[in-house]
């Protein structure tokens, strides 16, 4: 936006005015069509002129105030808006225009924020940063214009020739398996054809035979039944001598009739059998198959599988702490253990039963810890605006986070340390990413419009998305941001009802879960949106402290004051 001129004091041009605000210096009702530059003061006519004639104040830049920023552009007036004015005022110290740029913080500051908060930052004037801004910028256009572009079109050019070829011999193949298919229909009624005419030529040879045995057995088993039914009459009238010979009669009709005994008899002819040359499923190693290279894959940003409803969590351990010992902080390790930091200023491993595996007594309430992966690196932070971190058996001071005092940690998957931090003079907070050394890689502070985003930070966990969760005691919320510090939503309980976040951690499948005042654990999805409560005092929840996911058990560990709960998800 062009420099507004300031506007003299006898100037009653007629112009729309600002609505519903109030006068900064006689606090009335009517309406505000002036602001002071100097003072970041919204006066009334009545105020402004006695603002201008005021020896101490006639020397300020008094602004035009206008809602219309259109009719602004268009008449090219140099009045301007009331929020372009409010934009330049320090929110910590609202009695001071910003007039420096913080490099670091990305925000604009007030010269006691300089010689505060950020005395030891790269501050530059507001100018000289958006001119070095403009000219990065400047420079990355350039070279995605001459070099990135130039490549994404060679490869554009090289992907649709990819294609070309790739439909081309797509065709081709189709064209193959369509001609091996014929000529396979062909072999294969040829060869059905000829093994049916065999098989059937076979089956005439074989019942012809068949046939002629059974025939001849027939004729033979009349005649045994004739001669049987003649001896029988011609023994019957004789005696003696008589019956002597006519039996020796009989006895050789027989033998001459003889029939074939049941072992001896006819061999049984059995029909051809049929043996697959392969079996069914292995038809391709004869039609043939397709073989394929390993297809790239498309490199994109991590996705989350969507997390079912009807979630239900059970509890299968929990452990109670003596009294006066109760549990402040708890971080898993992701080996099926945890550390917990107890009321006597003890740090603990124990076990999914409550066995304690190892402790280290420090020298302040441990009522933030962290760990890495397998508990490898452990770091605690305390109130004296500092963060330590276990070396040695011990903890000793690894980063010295003053002015702010040191809240809420966590560890994210890159072994990043992830800070709350929260000034208690100006009453406001930011977040802190440092690598495994203890430097700081980003700050995240305001939102994309200069606003202070946090006002008092005390939980902060990372999702497998890379996003940042933050829970906000003095505003009463969870506020999400990206990577890129931008805030993605804020979530404040559901329909209205009484919320106060008090824990916050993630899981692999991207949920977020969260402990309130109320011992309900909320679980929203990565957009913020709430799914159902998980956990309910029902589970034994009293007096929420803390909680941790291990992600490698897929459990759930709260912590109350005075005992562990360890669920898991079904």
């Not at 309406?31 to 530059?37: E, G, I, K, Q, S």
Request: charged share 30%.
């Amino acid at each position: 936006m062009a420099e507004a001129a300031p506007v003299n004091s006898d100037d009653t041009a007629s112009t729309s005015t600002v609505t519903n605000a109030q006068c900064d210096l006689c606090f009335s009702e009517f309406l505000v069509n002036w602001a002071c530059h100097d003072c970041a003061q919204k006066l009334c006519d009545s105020c402004q002129t006695l603002h201008s004639r005021s020896n101490a104040s006639k020397q300020h830049g008094i602004w035009l105030l206008r809602e219309d920023k259109d009719d602004e552009m268009e008449s090219g007036s140099d009045a301007i808006d009331i929020d372009d004015i409010e934009l330049h005022i320090c929110r910590i110290h609202e009695e001071q225009v910003c007039e420096l740029y913080c490099n670091l913080c990305d925000m604009f500051v007030c010269h006691i924020c300089v010689r505060s908060i950020h005395k030891t930052h790269n501050i530059t004037d507001i100018g000289e940063s958006a001119e070095q801004k403009f000219n990065r910028l400047s420079k990355r256009f350039e070279h995605l214009e001459r070099y990135e572009l130039e490549k994404a079109r060679k490869m554009i050019e090289n992907l649709e020739q990819n294609k070309v070829e790739y439909v081309s011999s797509v065709a081709l193949k189709k064209e193959l398996i369509k001609e091996r298919n014929e000529k396979m229909k062909f072999e294969l009624d040829n060869l059905t054809d000829k093994m049916l005419k065999e098989l059937e030529t076979k089956e005439e040879v074989d019942l012809q035979f068949i046939n002629r045995k059974q025939f001849k057995l027939q004729n033979l088993s009349t005649k045994v039944s004739e001669a049987i039914h003649f001896c029988r009459n011609n023994l019957s009238n004789k005696g003696g001598i008589s019956l002597l010979d006519a039996c020796a009669e009989a006895e050789r009709k027989i033998e001459k009739l003889r029939l074939p005994s049941a072992e001896n008899g006819p061999e049984r002819i059995n029909p051809p059998e049929f043996v697959p040359g392969k079996q069914d499923e292995e038809i391709e190693s004869v039609f043939g198959i397709l073989e394929y290279e390993p297809t790239p894959v498309l490199t994109r940003r991590r996705t989350t599988v969507a997390f079912p409803l009807n979630i239900k969590a059970q509890v299968i351990a929990s452990f109670a702490q003596k009294a006066r010992n109760g549990v402040y902080s708890i971080c898993t390790t992701g080996n099926g253990n945890a550390m917990i930091g107890t009321e006597e200023r003890i740090v603990q491993v124990v076990t999914i039963t409550g066995k304690v595996l190892a402790s280290i007594k420090v020298d302040i309430t441990p009522y933030n810890i962290a760990c890495s992966k397998l508990g490898k690196d452990l770091y605690m932070s305390t109130w004296n605006m500092e963060i330590k971190k276990l070396k040695n058996g011990s903890f000793t001071r690894f980063i010295d986070t003053s002015p702010f005092h040191a809240q809420g940690l966590c560890v994210n998957e890159d072994g990043e340390i992830l800070a709350c931090l929260y000034h208690k003079e100006d009453q406001f907070g930011k977040i802190v990413r440092y690598d495994s050394a203890g430097k700081s890689l980003q700050q995240i502070c305001s939102d994309e419009r200069r606003r202070l985003m946090f006002q008092n930070p005390v939980k902060v966990a990372a999702s497998v998305t890379r996003d940042i969760v933050v829970v906000d005691m003095a505003k009463k919320c969870v506020i999400a941001v990206g990577a890129d510090g931008q805030r993605k939503f804020t979530y404040k309980g559901v329909n209205a009802v009484k919320f106060e976040p008090k824990c916050i951690d993630c899981n692999t499948l991207g949920s977020i879960l969260v402990g309130d005042h109320e011992d309900r654990i909320h679980m929203l999805d990565k957009n913020g949106k709430f799914l159902q409560y998980i956990m309910t005092p029902e589970h034994g929840l009293n007096d929420i402290i803390g909680l941790s996911s291990d992600q490698e058990e897929k459990r759930i560990w709260v912590s109350c004051y005075d005992k562990v709960i360890i669920a898991t998800l079904v």
